[in-house]
């Protein structure tokens, strides 16, 4: 039966994105879209989005709003547009008071208003709009306080009566943690909703979100464990555990529409498991782009990331340089992030010229051209929530090299030689001697150019899509309107 369902995203791919949130809040709804259900997908309109190719329109009904947030006022607009490239269509939050700035988040102290701008824009573009959602899907803590603000602001509006909430967490290091003061911006009668710990100071809207969501979904079933326990809580252990229900774990599906070495726009040399070819010319033409010399026996690695300490890019410095000196081995690598990080791979580039290419930034082009040229892929991770770059390495045949975390544990399989099953490398534990481990395991079966074969064919042979991944957020969601 189809389902009515506002999507609530801080960021959704091409529009703009800083990580694995987007990808998601773009491929399912486009799954759901595609499935026959009413999907309202709702982001902020930032200053950053290129408009032209959105062809927006104005949404009459929801002009010139008002929003009185604390002794705050701020006016909003709707547009109306699609995806590019699809016919998915998204509504955009037109604010430039919070939403013109240099960059997606800030710490500015104002924050917690751009989010809160952001979630009572959309419910009430929802009343505007004569719209009932059955499922309200909130994503982390940008939009973590809309059933909060369900119960209380907008508890009156029968409109929302058939409305239940799902939150889905993806990455739980990151919670909207904002003084308790705060708390008189969101408006309505809220402190007989709010957790204990709200008293103390803070006013922590991952813990409001998952304690009032009808449901709780997270990005893996690894890390639906992993976040279930002191180490990985981080602070949210008693809202979690006191949930009955437990938090659902579905790992999250990849778009192959977008990632697909047999179709993928940025390639110019085409492969799949029947015709290996062009995934060494495309390794050849990004060497000779990077100004990177060819050896038939030297493996490329690659790396796109953003560089934070939980890519555990920390477990690197010592061990990529040696790495680089005693084994043949090219390292391609492209991300930004803390600059500890981006300085290493700058200096690592210039020590070793002929051996490393590190590009700063993040470009589509290079990290699809990276991901299809090189031989393996690594993915130190401290804890990675779901994780996607593995998942397109598999089906562009690049063996993945990655720790036993979250949804990494969940989409590799360690190569059995006995067998020849399996899809990776995967070390466990979170120090140089893993990392050291697995680095030369690859190096030294790349050398067995049969098991290394029989490797990337069973990574290609894997299917990650969202046909199979989103059928179990329709699941949810029926299971989930049968709560009350």
Known sequence: MPLRICFAASEIAPLAKTGGLADVASALPRYLHRAGHDVRLFMPLYSSIGTASLNLQPVDAVQNGELRLGPHTYWFSLSKGELPGTQMPVYLVHCPQVFDRASLYTNGPDEHLRFLVLQRAILDSCQRLGFAPQIMHCNDWHTALLPVLLKSLYAWDRLFEPTRTVMS???????????????????????????????????????????HADRVTTVSPTYAQEICTPEGAHGLLDALRARTDGVVGILNGVDYGEWNPATDRYLKHHFDPQDLSGKQRTKDALLDWFNLPRHADRPLLGIVSRMTSQKGFDLLFDVLPEFLIS??????????????????????????????????????????????????????????????????????????????????????????????????????????????????????????????????????????????????????????????
């Not at 739980?172 to 003061?181: A, H, K, L, N």
């Not at 705060?182 to 103390?200: F, H």
């Not at 949804?407 to 893993?434: E, K, P, Y």
């Open 169 to 211: 967490i993806h990455n739980i290091g990151y919670q909207g943690d904002f003084p308790s003061s705060t708390i008189y911006d969101v408006g309505g009668n809220l402190y007989s909703l709010l957790a204990p710990e709200t008293g103390a100071g803070h006013f922590n809207w991952m813990r409001e979100g998952v304690r």
């Open 327 to 484: 084994r043949n081995l090219s390292l391609a690598v492209l991300g930004s992030g803390e600059p500890r990080y981006e300085d290493f791979f700058a200096l690592l580039q210039q020590r070793f010229p002929e051996r490393v290419s590190f590009t700063r930034g993040y470009n589509d082009e290079v990290a699809h051209l990276i991901e299809a040229a090189s031989d393996m892929f690594l993915m130190p991770s401290m804890y990675e929530p779901c994780g996607l770059n593995q998942m397109y390495s598999l089906k562009y045949g690049t063996v993945p090299i990655v720790r036993r975390t979250g949804g990494l544990a969940d989409s590799v399989q360690m190569w059995d030689g006995a067998t020849r099953q399996g899809t990776g490398i995967v070390f466990n534990n979170f120090d140089v001697q893993g990392i050291r481990w697995a680095l030369h395991t690859a190096l030294d079966l790349f050398q067995d150019q049969d098991a290394w074969l029989q490797m990337m064919l069973n990574g290609m042979a894997q299917d990650f899509s969202w046909d199979a991944q989103g059928q179990k957020y329709e699941a949810l969601y029926e299971e989930t309107l049968r709560l009350r």
